[in-house]
Every structure is written in C-alpha cells, then in structure tokens.
C-alpha cells in the first residue's frame, strides 16, 4: 500500500518518524495476523508495545503509568509479530475507522507545535477515535488516558525520545556557530528494570499540576512559583479555618460545624457555581443559628484562595496543552479518570495481574 493511501485523502500528509512507520507496519502484520484490516485496536496495541522503549507514545505511557494496564499476553503477541518483521500481508487495508484515524496525525503533528507525525500523535489519534472501536474505549477508560494527558505528556517528552522518534527539525549540526542553531539537548537515562518494582508517578495528579522540567515559557514558570505560594497559603487558611470552627463550635454555638460543608464543597467535586451556592446558604444559616460572622469571613478568604488556586491550575493545563477552551469542568472530568485509573491500579496489583515492566 502507498504512502499516500496510507495518509489517507481527506487531510493533509504530514512527514513521519521512522518508528511512527514501523509501528504502522507491526499494526498491519497484527491485522494479517487476524485475517482482518487493520482496526484502532492495531494501531493503539502498536503505538504502546511496539518499536523502542524509547519512543515518544511509549514514554508518554509510562510517564502517566498507563504502560502497567498492558498485560504481559499482550506485550508478548506485539513483540512476536515485531520481531518476525514487516511480513505483513500487502493486500491487508484499513478499516474505516483507522483510515479517518490517520487522517488526523496532521491535526495532532500541528496540535503539539511539531514538524514530523510520531508515535505519540498515533495514540492521539486513537485515542481520539475510541467511540469507533469497543476495546480502545475500554483501554482508555481502564487507564484513565485523554487526549490533554497524552498531550502533555509528549509535550515533556519532546527532547528525550530515541533517535528514530525525533523530530526532523532537531537534526541540526552539534557544533552550530551560534546556540539557538544547536539542537536541543537530549537526556538519556540507564534503564535497571527490578520485578519488585513498579512505578505510579503522577497517575492521580496529573490532571492539575506541571512539572518545571519541560516548561520553556517564563510566564509558565513563574505561574508555578506563584501556584505553589497560593497552595501554601490556602493550606494556612483551610488549617485555621477548621481551627476557628473546633473553638467557636465549643465557645460559642455547635452549629459553627456547619461552615465545614463548606470547606469541603472544594473544586475537586464541585464548580464555582455550586460552591459559592454552598456559602451562601451558610451565610444565611449562620444568621439564624447565631453563628460568629468572623467564621464567616475566615471561610470567604479561604474560598478566595480556593478559586484563585483553581484559576491558576487551569492555566497551566492549558498552558501545557496549547488548549485555551479548557475548563475547570475538563479537569474535574481528567480528575474522575485519574480516580479511575488508580482504583483499577490497585485492582492489578492486588490480583497479582500488575505488569513489571
């Protein structure tokens, strides 16, 4: 099949990485293997287990911990249909939905600011297309994946994927005269595998906060020191707030307990709308059970910074992800999967079914 039929007529064709072309190779020697076209399923399965652990979709994986989701059955069959080679039937096609799917590896290449298609706009795009196949909409139910995650995640990971997987704008003399002409440096990192091991950073908070190691903006970076200051401060708050409560519930009337609904009404549950509801009928509740009115101003300092922590958060997702229609109910939803993800986690790994990898 053509390089052109493969990118498909209705967008624009974009270069692709080595890896990003051998992995669509393992998705169509999976296909024959199956005596079908090649599915979502095909491509996703490639992007995730094929080509070398160092590509960007495999990273990307990891770095979310989505990679211990696949079974060892799984990485095995990949890995024997990789390692027989492009043996791939010539007349096997693509179905539909795979077709529509790379399609949009130009949309996703331009989404992230890069020159080249690679591994990891092939797992965007699938993951974009999951309502069109059951078993990559279970895939990324079960591990909690969206596109803003895997967004992020290859946005981190631009500077630190195998050669086969970079980009081709990076491919500039090493000695260039001047150092904006350089390419950027890569970091490579010895890989000790242990069984006993596993690693779960970052799969429950990855939907809020940002790593300073990728951020290349110095607006970016000063909203994370003023974010950390705003987390600190409303930490203070939230303490002596509750403090207030346990004094004034004592001293003064047992109904002060009633402002604590409204501590916990946070903008992980609730939107903005919904917690300034929640303080207004304490407002008015306080006023007819006698409650002290500086409690009152106590919690309304602390909603303040509660918003602006909300707020801030919300730019630097959107920051990372280039996305400027993101809203706080997208981060509570990318919050839900997280949850999501982490209870199967632990299913896993009660079950003895958690990958080693």
Same mark, same amino acid.
């Given at each position: 099949m053509s390089a052109p039929e493969l990118a498909g007529a209705g967008q624009p064709s974009v270069p692709r990485t080595a890896t990003l072309h051998a992995c669509v190779d393992v998705a169509r020697a999976l296909a024959t293997l199956h005596e079908a076209p090649v599915q979502l399923m095909d491509l996703l399965?490639?992007?995730?287990?094929?080509?070398?652990?160092?590509?960007?979709?495999?990273?990307?994986?990891?770095?979310?911990?989505?990679?211990h989701f696949l079974t060892e059955e799984i990485r095995a069959e990949v890995a024997e249909v990789e390692s027989e080679g492009a043996s791939q039937d010539a007349a096997v096609g693509f179905s539909p939905a795979a077709t529509a799917a790379l399609d949009r590896l130009a949309f996703w290449t331009t989404r992230t600011g890069d020159?080249?298609?690679?591994?990891?706009?092939?797992?965007?795009?699938?993951?974009?297309?999951?309502?069109?196949?059951?078993?990559?909409?279970?895939?990324?139910?079960?591990?909690?994946l969206t596109e803003r995650a895997v967004v992020r995640g290859a946005m981190a990971e631009r500077h630190r994927v195998c050669s086969g997987d970079r980009q081709s704008s990076e491919w500039r003399p090493i000695l260039s005269a001047h150092r904006p002409h350089r390419p950027a440096p890569y970091a490579f990192e010895a890989r000790v595998r242990r069984p006993d091991q596993h690693t779960v950073r970052g799969i429950t908070v990855r939907s809020?906060?940002?790593?300073?190691?990728?951020?290349?903006?110095?607006?970016?970076?000063?909203?994370?020191?003023?974010?950390?200051?705003? !987390?600190?401060?409303?930490?203070?708050? +939230?303490?002596?707030? %509750?403090?207030?409560? *346990?004094?004034?519930? $004592?001293?003064? @009337?047992?109904?002060?307990?009633?402002?604590l609904g409204s501590?916990?009404?946070?903008?992980?549950?609730?939107?903005?709308?919904?917690?300034?509801?929640?303080? !207004?009928?304490?407002?008015?509740?306080? +006023?007819?059970?006698? %409650?002290?009115?500086? *409690?009152?101003?106590? $919690?309304?300092? @602390?909603?303040?910074?509660?918003?602006?922590?909300?707020?801030?958060?919300?730019?630097q997702v959107s920051g990372d992800t280039g996305d400027a229609a993101l809203t706080e109910k997208d981060l509570r939803a990318d919050r839900r999967a997280d949850r999501r993800a982490a209870k199967y986690y632990q299913l896993l790994r009660l079950t003895g079914r958690l990958s080693p990898e």
């Open positions: 399965l490639a992007a995730t287990c094929a080509g070398d652990p160092s590509s960007r979709a495999r990273l990307v994986m990891r770095n979310t911990a989505a990679h020159v080249c298609a690679d591994t990891a706009h092939l797992l965007l795009v699938c993951l974009e297309a999951r309502t069109q196949d059951e078993q990559v909409k279970e895939f990324a139910h079960t591990t909690g809020q906060m940002t790593g300073v190691s990728h951020v290349s903006s110095r607006v970016q970076s000063h909203l994370i020191r003023l974010h950390m200051w705003v !987390l600190l401060w409303s930490q203070l708050l +939230v303490l002596g707030t %509750v403090l207030a409560m *346990l004094w004034s519930a $004592t001293h003064v @009337t047992p109904w002060s307990w009633l402002w501590l916990v009404a946070r903008r992980q549950h609730l939107s903005p709308g919904a917690r300034l509801a929640v303080d !207004l009928v304490c407002v008015v509740a306080s +006023v007819v059970l006698a %409650v002290p009115w500086w *409690l009152a101003v106590l $919690t309304l300092f @602390t909603r303040v910074f509660d918003l602006l922590d909300g707020r801030l958060a919300l730019l």
